[in-house]
């Protein structure tokens, strides 16, 4: 039965906002029903066993006060992890989600999205780490220290100095490396220079929809060539030119990027609560499992569909995470 495959499956959702309506005070991971897409609730209901939460440096806190919003939206996370002990609890390892995951509860990762966020100092990433975050976004959508995002593609620019120093550090330190929201020719540096898998947690096939966002099939092989994951976004924006996506939009892009490179590059990163629309269909993170039975129902076997949902992912954790092997 699909729906006892999507149960039965460690699903990770790769990207989330969450954090940002906890840190603003309009609802708790707790509360049910009181907006958003992601509570603990609707994640239980949607099958999820991981969930990215992402610290995303809004752009009125750049650059002066990136670090302290960071650093707020990480307090913000670990106030409700306290609050919520028997259901959610921080993982930074492989192993550790899978004794989360056994224990009934649900594992969450830590990323910082937007570089803005280390200020220009690499003991600023290292504290991070020693925080608990496993995961940096280099940039958003415009220039930072690091590298232009895709909003400057004019420039052209890529990686600065700075930004191959931290690609470098993200690789000692065990750090998954995110190439969403980055220039082309950054995501080309950062090919270049890391030694480990990178990720692009919430992404798309730019062949099906040409948005600047979603990547060419040139980076989508090369991407996986280096081992990597693309986590598909729900913004519909990404899925459709027209901004009118449902849920067939979603299992076209996953299907598009199963046929380009295979079943080992291609996950879950939902951008839910970044969003304001999202596909019919999935409507917030409690139809995930509608999505395990679209994908099924199109012929993608069951070992393809469990690779999708968490798998690769995990693999890409595990190697990562663990620098040096």
């Known amino acids: 039965m699909p729906g006892n495959l999507h149960h039965e499956s460690i699903v990770v ?9 906890v840190l603003k005070g309009k609802r708790r991971l707790a509360d049910q029903g009181k907006g958003g897409h ?21 752009p009125e806190y750049k650059p002066e006060r990136a670090l302290k919003q960071a650093l707020r939206l990480l307090d913000a996370f670990y106030r409700e992890e306290e609050a919520n002990r028997s259901e959610l609890q921080l993982a930074t390892s492989v192993e550790e989600i899978q004794g989360i995951a ?34 940096l976004c280099l940039t958003w959508n415009e220039r930072n220290y690091l590298a232009d995002g895709v909003a400057e593609g004019r420039a052209g620019g890529g990686l600065t100095r700075f930004g191959v120093e931290v690609v470098r550090e993200l690789n000692r330190l065990g750090m998954l490396v995110d190439v969403s929201h980055l220039g082309e020719r950054g995501f080309w540096d950062v090919l270049e220079v890391s030694t480990s898998p990178v990720i692009a947690s919430h992404s798309n096939a730019r062949a099906l929809c040409d948005h600047p966002r979603n990547l060419t099939d040139q980076q989508i092989r090369a991407l996986a060539a280096h081992g990597g994951v693309v986590g598909i976004n729900f913004a519909p924006h990404f899925l459709a030119e027209d901004g009118n996506a449902c849920l067939d939009a979603v299992v076209a892009h996953i299907e598009y990027l199963l046929e380009l490179v295979g079943p080992d590059h291609v996950g879950l990163g ?35 569909v469990q690779k999708v949902l968490g798998r690769n992912i995990l693999r890409v954790m595990d190697q990562v995470f663990r620098p040096g092997t």
């Open 13 to 21: 959702d790769m990207h989330a906002d969450t954090l940002l309506d």
């Open 38 to 58: 992601v509570d603990l609730s609707r994640l239980r209901r949607g099958g999820v066993r991981v969930q990215f939460f992402a610290c995303f440096i809004e």
């Open 102 to 135: 056994a224990a009934g509860k649900i594992a969450a990762i830590l990323s910082i999205e937007g570089g803005e966020a280390l200020e220009r100092d690499l003991g600023v990433l290292r504290i991070f780490y020693r925080l608990g975050v496993r995961s």
């Open 270 to 304: 939902s951008d839910f609560d970044g969003i304001e629309k999202t596909p019919r269909g999935l409507e917030d993170v409690r139809f995930l499992p509608e999505l395990t039975e679209a994908l099924l129902a199109r012929g993608i076997d069951a070992e393809t």
